[in-house]
């Protein structure tokens, strides 16, 4: 007997592994964009990014929304590209999920900037001049700053202390890091010095003003949660000690709207 009914816009080879850890539910793909097709039954969707690029979605609930559904699970950690009624049920994000691959783009631009890469590429033997070698940095020993410790921030910090560098981070609460030997940065300014790389949110919603909380902190005796001072601006001079390059991902994961988190 089935006992769950669930209207799937993953990828085939995601349903079927879905299907073989939910043998008593049933997966009914349907297509992405705006739901249609929902099976009457349906209690559950799994939604694909809706609004991609040449894809409109239409912020008027379509007819009949929610239908029987009970529970939205997001194939996405972020929530920018689905419309806000998707909101009205009960939604899980897929936080984390993008944590690895991120972190590895993230590591290979601090390598990148700490050996000057592509910069010192030979095409040719004859183009080594030993008395011209640049003087490249070590990753090792080095000092990497991370802004937010989302998901994306935790697991660039284990993988950063495994190479032997030294972790300071920035977070939006005054929560303890949950990475043992991360230090607290004391703010902006303490990451903003010759031969450190930082890592750096991009969106508006995390690039937070750190100098204008961190004085309201010292005001108010008490960290300052709220976000009315924005300013990415403010944050988008800093950039790493080595070649100048920035080093930027999204550190904070943007499911934070007050929806719940599943597996």
Not at 66 to 85: A, E, M, N, T
Not at 119 to 126: E, G, K, Y
Not at 235 to 259: N, T, V, Y
Request: charged letters at 25%; aromatic letters at 6%; hydrophobic letters at 40%.
């Amino acid at each position: 007997m089935t006992d769950l009914v669930i209207a799937s816009q993953l990828p085939a080879d995601v349903n079927a592994k879905l299907a073989a850890r939910l043998p008593h539910a049933r997966i009914v793909p349907i297509a992405p964009g705006t739901p249609e097709g929902v099976p009457a039954d349906a209690t559950v969707l799994f939604a694909a990014p809706m609004r991609l690029k040449g894809r409109h979605v239409s912020e008027t609930r379509p007819d009949g929304w929610p239908w029987k559904l009970q529970w939205v699970q997001l194939f996405s950690s972020g929530i920018d590209s689905y419309p806000d009624w998707l909101f009205d049920l009960p939604v899980a994000t897929g936080r984390g999920s993008s944590a690895p691959a991120i972190t590895e783009f993230v590591l290979a631009a601090i390598f990148a900037a700490a050996k000057q890469l592509p910069r010192i590429w030979l095409s040719d033997a004859s183009q080594f001049d030993f008395a011209k070698r640049p003087k490249l940095a070590s990753v090792r020993g080095s000092t990497i700053g991370i802004v937010g410790f989302g998901a994306i921030g935790s697991e660039l910090a284990r993988r950063a202390i495994g190479l032997g560098a030294d972790v300071l981070a920035l977070r939006r609460s005054s929560a303890p890091f949950e990475v043992a030997g991360v230090r607290r940065a004391r703010g902006g300014g303490h990451l903003r010095r010759p031969g450190r790389r930082l890592g750096q949110p991009l969106g508006d919603g995390a690039a937070y003003d750190i100098e204008d909380r961190r004085e309201q902190q010292s005001k108010s005796g008490h960290p300052d949660h709220t976000e009315e001072h924005r300013h990415p601006q403010r944050l988008a001079h800093l950039r790493s000690g080595a070649g100048g390059e920035r080093q930027r991902h999204d550190a904070e994961d943007k499911g934070e709207r007050g929806h719940q988190d599943r597996p």
